[in-house]
């Protein structure tokens, strides 16, 4: 199996983690791209995710995860990056895969009607 | 006159006089300060609190003693800690004189370090209360005709005049003014209400006015001195200063000067709101905690409403891209500034972090809150978001914040609609949604015939999709007479947000019933399937409970066998 690791977010000092910043994993799997947020995604951070999540959808092939255990809140900057991320995966017939899923992100996103076209798994 | 931050200009209306406005961004620890320069002295109104802004203050006086020397006075709008802590920490050059002058009431607060007048109990970490001197007592309790001479060490003298103003309608403004050389007057008026010890300046055509624009704020009003009844005389006669043509430009203790009229209309628009504010209560150490654990609720639940207001957005765009319709997707978009409220809630969110870290004081947060909350409401009134989204939704999130800024205003929590039987709101709440539905289906296949209305049809609909659709839901009433403390409105409220944040986890049958025991009616919500309250957010189940408690009612939940129930209990009524 091929695998690669990288951590996306120079945040890891002692004073951005005060601040609580996004910290972004991407991990690449055979068939799948796995991204693991760290953090709050809001409209301070919201662009951290952005930038791997789209390149990871806007790539020729492989399924798209985002593992979204320790996000801690996730604004409408959130949900945005999630719908860019969504509409460049459905142009090669994917869907986005959000998994393990905080209960109060994903009520939101239920309500937000963002279950009929991401899969989401608490 | 346009006045411009941190940089001297002249003043008009008044010969060789110059202003230099320093403007920090607005926030409640440090003031305003405006510097003059007149003939016969520099003045420095309200030094504010901040040493960097003092450090600021004695560079700019020292260029401007280094081509004149001339006697200093400082003067404060009122005692307050942000316009006032540093008035005793100026550092000027030697042999420079420093007058200070005051309202009598806040030069004995100052001395006597209240830190009720001063609102230095609002301040963290027992901030220096300023003990200087102040030479100067204005509107000090001396016969009128008396005027105050202070000598300075040349030999010059400076002269404070009484000169009381009758107004049209027989009342007295309290006047004083004294010379800055080559005719210039600097204008005093006792204009209280926001504090005993408020003053306005006016120098040439520029009215300092201090907080009194801020007076009637939430979480302002109510502060240890504010006066409703003097509030509304000084909003009266400062009404009446400012029909004069010749005052143009207004500056306040906080935030950019503006034109006179704007700032008359404000002030006009202020005294229509404070007139409903008596028996505000004294907005102390206690409440401003209470406010900011309500502020806390508050926001969760409005950042989480915004989230689905926005995410329904961005699910209609997903699905007009689909459609190739990407220039309805982009207008479906614009009809919320998501970007722009969205960044304010999380500046909000980090400002309540920061207080969790001491670094901000917590009223602070409750006026940061405050600010958020307005600024929603505005949004949410605008038309196009009304045409848009689901209305009930954006009714519920307008209920809340109108709520919270009536509470921090120290209003009453008022009950405006009829108490009614609860089996009978609850069958009315069901039976609209179920008809919501229904309207909103019917209104698609007529726009079937044009592109556009069809899309905006469409746009609508997916915006407005009801989570309770799809739920089934029984309601078990009580066979008793439920006549409850609760009107439809606030019913709807608590019930609808329970019932969409259970559909939101996923369950399908929701069961209503309603209870009559020891003089309350009770409301159980429950479902057959597992259901976790951690979803809901424990702060947006505080805010409903404290909504409830204002009611006399509370909301509870108890959990049974992995599942769990709500009851929303309210004390039972006679009824009519």
């Known amino acids: 199996m091929f695998v690669t690791l990288f951590r996306l977010s120079n945040s890891h000092n002692q004073n951005s983690r005060q601040m609580k910043e996004l910290e972004i994993t991407l991990e690449h799997l055979e068939s799948m791209v796995v991204l693991r947020a760290v953090g709050p995604v809001d409209s301070n951070t919201a662009a951290q995710l952005q930038e791997p999540l789209l390149r990871a959808a806007e790539g020729p092939t492989g399924a798209v995860e985002l593992d979204l255990a320790e996000v801690s809140y996730m604004s409408s900057a959130g949900l945005r990056v999630l719908v860019l991320a969504a509409k460049a995966l459905q142009k090669r017939g994917e869907r986005l895969r959000l998994v393990n899923v905080p209960l109060q992100t994903y009520n939101v996103l239920n309500l937000a009607g963002f279950t009929s076209f991401i899969d989401i798994k608490t | 006159m346009q006045i411009e931050v941190n940089v001297w200009q002249k003043v008009l209306g008044a010969t060789a006089v110059e202003i230099f406005p320093i403007i920090p961004k607005t926030n409640c620890l440090f003031s305003n300060c405006y510097i003059f320069s007149a003939p016969d002295a520099l003045l420095v109104v309200d030094p504010g609190a901040r040493p960097e802004q003092t450090k600021q203050i004695n560079q ?183 029909e004069v043509p010749d005052i143009t430009v207004c500056c306040p203790g906080h935030g950019y000067c503006v034109p006179a009229p704007t700032m008359r209309e404000k002030l006009q628009i202020m005294k229509a709101e404070a007139s409903n504010l008596t028996d505000v209560p004294l907005l102390d150490a206690e409440r401003v905690s209470t406010l900011k654990i309500y502020v806390d609720e508050l926001l969760e639940e409005t950042a989480a409403l915004f989230t689905i207001f926005s995410g329904r957005l961005y699910t209609v765009s997903y699905y007009l891209s689909l459609l190739e319709e990407e220039n309805a997707a982009s207008r479906v978009l614009a009809t919320l500034d998501i970007d722009r409220i969205d960044a304010i809630l999380s500046d909000f ?94 209104d698609l296949m007529e726009a079937v015939d044009d592109d556009q209305s069809f899309l905006q049809a469409l746009a609508r ?74 979803a809901f957010g424990k702060r947006r189940l505080d805010l409903y409970n404290r909504t409830l408690g204002w009611l006399g009612g509370s909301l509870q939940c108890s959990h049974r066998a992995g599942s769990a129930e709500f009851v929303i209990r309210l004390p039972a009524l006679r009824s009519v």
């Open chain 2, 60 to 242: 700019i006086l020292t260029d401007a003693l280094a081509l004149s020397q001339r006697p200093i006075l400082v003067f404060l709008t009122h005692c307050h800690q942000d316009h006032s802590q540093e008035a005793g920490n100026l550092e000027l050059p030697p042999g420079t004189e420093i007058k200070r002058f005051a309202h009598q009431v806040g030069v004995d607060a100052m001395k006597q370090g209240d830190p009720n007048l001063t609102v230095a109990y609002l301040y963290p970490g027992n901030p220096g209360i300023c003990s200087v001197e102040f030479e100067g007592v204005l509107f000090a309790s001396t016969p009128a005709s008396e005027r105050l001479v202070l000598e300075l060490a040349n030999g010059n003298r400076i002269e404070l005049y009484n000169e009381p103003i009758t107004m049209p309608d027989g009342t007295t403004l309290q006047h004083q003014w004294l010379p800055l050389g080559d005719g210039n007057r600097l204008e005093i008026y006792h204009t209280p209400g926001h504090s005993p010890c408020s003053i306005s300046l006016r120098i040439g055509s520029l009215l300092l006015l201090g907080d009194l624009p801020f007076a009637a704020m939430p979480g302002v009003c109510g502060l240890d001195g504010w006066n409703h009844a003097d509030l509304l005389q000084t909003l009266r006669k400062v009404d009446w200063l400012l």
């Open chain 2, 349 to 442: 969110r980090r400002i309540a972090e920061a207080f969790n870290n001491n670094a901000v004081p917590e009223w602070t947060v409750v006026l940061k809150g405050v600010k958020v909350a307005t600024l929603v409401q505005q949004v949410l009134s605008e038309r196009p978001v009304q045409q848009l989204l689901d209305l009930s939704l954006v009714d519920r999130a307008q209920r809340r914040l109108a709520d919270f800024l009536s509470v921090a205003r120290g209003l009453q929590f008022l009950q405006t609609e009829q108490p009614g039987a609860v089996n009978e709101l609850i069958a009315e709440l069901l039976k609209r949604k179920k008809e919501d539905t229904a309207t909103k289906s019917t």
């Open chain 2, 461 to 534: 609909r997916l915006a407005a999709h009801s989570p309770l659709r799809d739920i089934e839901i029984e309601f078990a009433p009580a066979a008793q007479e439920t006549h409850a403390n609760i009107g439809a409105e606030r019913l709807d409220d608590i019930l609808t947000n329970l019932m969409e944040g259970m559909a939101g986890i996923g369950v399908k049958h929701i069961s209503i019933a309603t209870r009559v025991a020891s003089g309350y009616v009770e409301v159980g919500l429950s479902s057959r399937e597992r259901m976790d309250p951690a």
